[in-house]
């Protein structure tokens, strides 16, 4: 993992890997940034960035009883919250894919409005306007009309609306099978296509069913 504090040179990428930055706001979920970046790090064809928010640190501790940093430690490059110097703040810098989750209703509504303040709103900004994925985990419930028309801004603007509610066609027998399908299907929207749940009608899956008969 290097971290970006003096932002070092990072490496060109290369046609065949992949670059994704994954970013934890103040949400509660702090567990879905922390697997996506566990399956990442298994995946050699992608380079993992990550930047965290002072509130996703919070909710870090609340949730997982955990530092920061031993999530900072899964991703290979580390980005400071309030560097809006560092790579991924460029449309030069190639990144494939962002994926904030989860998100908060504050940085939402930041990113629908321009409002580019610190590094995770200004990385996404940049994924907008270069036409480049941006999924955002977005997690409030229940939702009231202002987060509706922050949510529908966003979508028009170009941005995956990915709310994290739970499947449960696939018997989830743990908590774990729910974050892992959903971090599956978050990651299948940056073109990240891994097999840590079972896929509805594939082989190795779930049976579909029905029939051509009423
Ligand atoms: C334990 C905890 C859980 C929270 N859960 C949510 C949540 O689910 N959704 C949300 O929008 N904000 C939630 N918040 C509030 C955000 O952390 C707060 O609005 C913060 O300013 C977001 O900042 P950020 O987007 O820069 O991370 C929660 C805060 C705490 C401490």
């Not at 908060?104 to 930041?110: D, F, H, I, R, Y």
Request: with cysteine; charged share 20%; glycine share 8%.
């Amino acid at each position: 993992m290097d971290k970006c504090g003096g932002e070092p040179q990072i490496a060109p990428m290369s046609n065949e890997r992949k670059r994704i930055l994954i970013a934890i706001t103040g949400a509660s979920g702090a567990v879905y940034g922390r697997r996506l970046l566990e399956m990442l790090a298994e995946t050699p064809e992608v380079e993992s960035h990550l930047v965290i928010s002072k509130a996703g640190r919070l909710t870090i501790s609340a949730e997982l009883d955990r530092d920061a940093a031993e999530i900072e430690a899964l991703a290979d490059v580390v980005h400071l919250a309030g560097n809006v110097g560092a790579p991924v703040s460029s449309g030069s810098f190639r990144l494939d894919a962002m994926i904030v989750a989860p998100c908060s209703v504050k940085t939402a509504s930041n990113i629908a409005y321009g409002n580019t303040g610190d590094l995770i709103t200004r990385a996404a900004d940049v994924m907008l306007k270069e036409r480049r994925t941006l999924v955002l985990a977005v997690r409030e419930t229940p939702l009231h009309a202002g987060h509706l028309e922050t949510l529908t801004k966003l979508a028009t603007l170009g941005a995956v609306i990915f709310p994290p509610v739970p499947a449960f066609y696939q018997k989830p027998q743990a908590i774990s099978d729910l974050v892992d399908q959903t971090c599956m299907r978050l990651l299948d929207q940056a073109g990240v296509h891994l097999d840590t749940a079972p896929r509805w009608g594939e082989a190795g899956g779930i049976a579909a069913i029905g029939g051509d008969k009423p």
